[in-house]
């Protein structure tokens, strides 16, 4: 109990600064004051910090080293208030979850990801690029050769960047955002009540994933069994406009968490798409509303009108009459108002009170602060109680761990950590990143976020054995921080572990040691795992890795498609990635249809699926293209970018001869870059070395030197 006293919230004293613009502090200092006051009630000494007009993020991020490596009160998070330099990254593709556009800086904001892990990882090296001429906030920077490849973040951080919404100029919603939040901490309210959605088109609508996701919040928060608790889920096709029942819900006053899947854009939430349909009368009217949704942009585009018609009438046989309406100004407007009611957008604030004290929204850029208005700021300058919002500044994969940790937050843990931890370059924390829940287990002995900064080894391997999974996941990934813990020790706590969470952490921990055959024995016996997390997963990191090893667990998984829609789809993106002969061999020698009611068929199925779809054999055509003496160089270009999604594992030798060959600077370079992304490959060791020697070859052009050295970087993981 001596180590749990000395872990005490009292004892840590670490320091958060709050960095806030001249104009913001001058007009909101009062608040701003209360707003620290809050924040060392929670056992951090706080420190105001004015920004003037003059900073830069290399003047600023200076500031934020010396204070994290005082010896006083070192911080150990902060906030940035108002007009802050955002950091704009280039290069940094690697380090987000999906953001992979061609960058050009003749349109440098769309080729850029706004990121403060420029402010929050310390170890990450940049060169300043330029300024943006019509938005002075935004800096472009590039990540540097040699800097480190990863994200693994020094500090958590937040934003509080205000907007004129609301009727409100965006000193007045920052005013009242202010006192909002410090209202909200002082009644040290617990997580016990969240709230689950899932959103049109996401994660496949696999019912299978949901189900799944929602026990293992069971496992997160085992106190929301209890009858005084609630974890509730609405899936976007219980209704045809579910964003009604969505507002509804989030506006219960006693809400403390929301997860919210769905797509998304930087001022709206896709919440629908037209809905299934249940009579032939609804199958017409979809029909009917298809028509006239294509001849009006057929027509917006320049069609005569009668041309667009009669296209359709002809090409689906459909009556002439149903067009008839189809211009008036009455058609029009009724099927306006019906999309509009599909999805959620910002105006739909003007009357949404949304109360959740934390809000994930798990969707592509609605967390885009680089913006004027965005639609995390909606949520969080309102006049519910919504204090803290995790989301996203750029686009953002479906399949990600994107609720690492959540379990901790019903132990305590500030917001903040939840990104720290889990710091793809596009999430980001919108609002107060030291909002933290009253733990729900009084008995617990110690304060999480100082453990999270001052607990060694000892500590967290008995935290191996705590009663929850979170703790158990957080304290593998620290012990793998610390080299503390072997890839024996987690595939053993991966096999006889009964948690799903706790399983899933393993893996996830095992795939940072890519080339151990514990990792691949993971991914063989993940396939089959109980939990659908852990089976989607380990058919991504099996396509990502290639072993041939996997091979026949991956035919066993195939031939069951009863594990999931969305297990399904990555599986068979994976296979792309294996040899087809490989394949074909295994599935002949398997025989995994042998107890189907027609085991011919399914076979004979399964073999033209592999040839046609999923096998290395659907890129012999591009593997092809690049030997041959005349490419088309468009599409060389376009196959080398699809590699970054599909490391195309049997061809790694090929593509590493025609980067010795390429005639094009440009895309050598882009080849290299694309290498990079070999890293959970079990043929990344032999890539590195060739990359290496293409790095330290004064021959070649510095371009292609300096993307071999960071892809070399990346690849020994």
């Not at 105001?48 to 934020?64: G, K």
């Not at 090409?315 to 058609?331: G, I, K, L, N, Q």
């Not at 069951?560 to 599935?587: T, W």
């Given at each position: 109990m001596a180590l749990c006293g000395s872990l005490t919230a009292d004892a840590a004293r670490h320091g958060f600064a709050i960095f806030v613009d001249s104009i913001s502090h001058s007009r909101v200092s009062a608040e701003l004051d209360a707003y620290a006051r809050s924040v060392d009630r929670q056992g951090l000494i706080s420190e105001?910090?004015?920004?003037?007009?003059?900073?830069?993020?290399?003047?600023?991020?200076?500031?934020?080293r010396s204070m994290a490596s005082r010896k006083q009160s070192p911080i150990e998070g902060m906030v940035f208030v108002g007009d802050i330099p955002i950091p704009m990254l280039l290069d940094t593709q690697h380090f987000t979850s999906a953001f992979k556009v061609v960058q050009n800086m003749k349109r440098p904001e769309r080729s850029a990801c706004p990121s403060d892990r420029f402010y929050d990882d310390l170890s990450l090296k940049f060169d300043f690029v330029s300024r943006d001429d019509k938005k002075p906030l935004l800096y472009y920077y590039s990540l540097r050769p040699d800097s480190p490849q990863q994200c693994a973040p020094t500090l958590y951080s937040g934003r509080i960047k205000s907007m004129d919404f609301y009727g409100k100029d965006r000193y007045e919603n920052l005013r009242d955002y202010l006192r909002k939040v410090v209202r909200v901490k002082e009644r040290a309210e617990r997580l016990d009540r969240m709230f689950l959605f899932s959103g049109s088109g996401y994660n496949s609508e696999s019912p299978i994933a949901r189900q799944d996701e929602k026990m293992s919040f069971m496992e997160q928060f085992p106190w929301m069994r209890r009858q005084a608790s609630s974890l509730d889920y609405l899936d976007h096709k219980h209704t045809t406009f579910a964003k009604y029942t969505l507002m509804s819900y989030m506006q219960q006053p006693d809400l403390s968490l929301a997860l919210l899947h769905h797509h998304g854009s930087p001022v709206k939430e896709y919440i629908n798409r037209y809905p299934d349909t249940r009579s032939t009368r609804d199958q017409l009217e979809g029909a009917k509303s298809f028509f006239r949704s294509k001849?009006?942009?057929?027509?917006?585009?320049?069609?005569?009108?009668?041309?667009?018609c009669a296209y359709y009438v002809r090409?689906?046989?459909?009556?002439?009459?149903?067009?008839?309406?189809?211009?008036?100004?009455?058609?029009?407007a009724a099927d306006s108002v019906y999309n509009e009611r599909l999805d959620l957008h910002l105006h739909d604030f003007d009357r949404y009170r949304p109360n959740a004290r934390v809000v994930m929204l798990d969707a592509c850029f609605n967390g885009s602060f680089n913006n004027d208005v965005y639609l995390a700021g909606a949520y969080v300058f309102g006049e519910g109680d919504c204090v803290s919002v995790i989301a996203n500044s750029v686009n953002s994969l479906q399949d990600k761990w994107c609720d690492k940790s959540i379990g901790l937050l019903g132990l305590g843990m500030r917001v903040g950590n939840m990104v720290k931890y889990n710091p793809y370059l596009e999430s980001?924390?919108?609002?107060?990143?030291?909002?933290?829940?009253?733990?729900?287990?009084?008995?617990?002995?110690?304060?999480?976020?100082?453990?999270?900064v001052e607990a060694p080894a000892s500590f967290w391997k008995k935290q191996l054995r705590s009663p929850y999974p979170a703790m158990q996941a957080m304290a593998m990934e620290k012990l793998a921080d610390m080299h503390a813990i072997t890839p024996g020790q987690l595939l053993d706590i991966f096999t006889s572990s009964t948690y799903g969470v706790t399983r899933f952490a393993a893996l996830m921990n095992l795939s940072e040691s890519p080339g151990s055959p514990e990792f691949v024995e993971s991914l063989r016996l993940g396939l089959n795992d109980s939990y659908e997390l852990v089976r989607r997963f380990s058919a991504i990191?099996?396509?990502?890795?290639?072993?041939?090893?996997?091979?026949?667990?991956?035919?066993?998984?195939?031939?069951?498609?009863?594990?999931?829609?969305?297990?399904?789809?990555?599986?068979?993106?994976?296979?792309?990635?294996?040899?087809?002969?490989?394949?074909?061999?295994?599935?002949?020698?398997?025989?995994?249809?042998?107890?189907?009611?027609?085991?011919?068929?399914?076979?004979?199925?399964?073999?033209?699926?592999?040839?046609?779809?999923?096998?290395s054999k659907r890129y012999d055509a591009d593997i092809e293209r690049l030997a041959s003496d005349n490419p088309d160089m468009r599409e060389v270009k376009s196959f080398v970018r699809q590699l970054r999604n599909n490391p195309l594992h049997p061809s790694a030798d090929k593509l590493l001869a025609y980067l010795d060959k390429c005639p094009d600077e440009a895309l050598s370079v882009s080849l290299?870059?694309?290498?990079?992304?070999?890293?959970?490959s079990y043929r990344a060791p032999e890539i590195a070395r060739r990359l290496a020697e293409v790095a330290a070859d004064p021959a070649r052009p510095q371009r292609l030197r300096d993307e071999a050295a960071k892809s070399v970087a990346r690849l020994k993981k």
């Open positions: 105001i910090v004015v920004v003037t007009p003059q900073v830069t993020p290399d003047s600023l991020r200076s500031v934020i001849i009006r942009n057929a027509v917006e585009s320049g069609t005569p009108l009668d041309s667009a090409e689906y046989d459909v009556p002439r009459h149903w067009f008839d309406t189809v211009m008036d100004s009455a058609s029009i980001h924390i919108l609002g107060d990143p030291t909002f933290a829940f009253a733990p729900a287990d009084d008995r617990l002995g110690f304060d999480i976020n100082t453990a999270l990191l099996a396509g990502k890795n290639g072993s041939p090893q996997l091979i026949p667990a991956i035919i066993a998984a195939y031939a069951n498609s009863l594990k999931g829609e969305r297990v399904n789809f990555q599986l068979q993106n994976a296979m792309q990635l294996f040899d087809y002969r490989s394949l074909i061999d295994e599935l002949e020698s398997q025989r995994p249809y042998r107890h189907s009611y027609d085991e011919a068929e399914m076979m004979t199925q399964a073999r033209n699926s592999i040839a046609d779809r999923f096998s290299a870059e694309a290498l990079g992304w070999f890293d959970y």
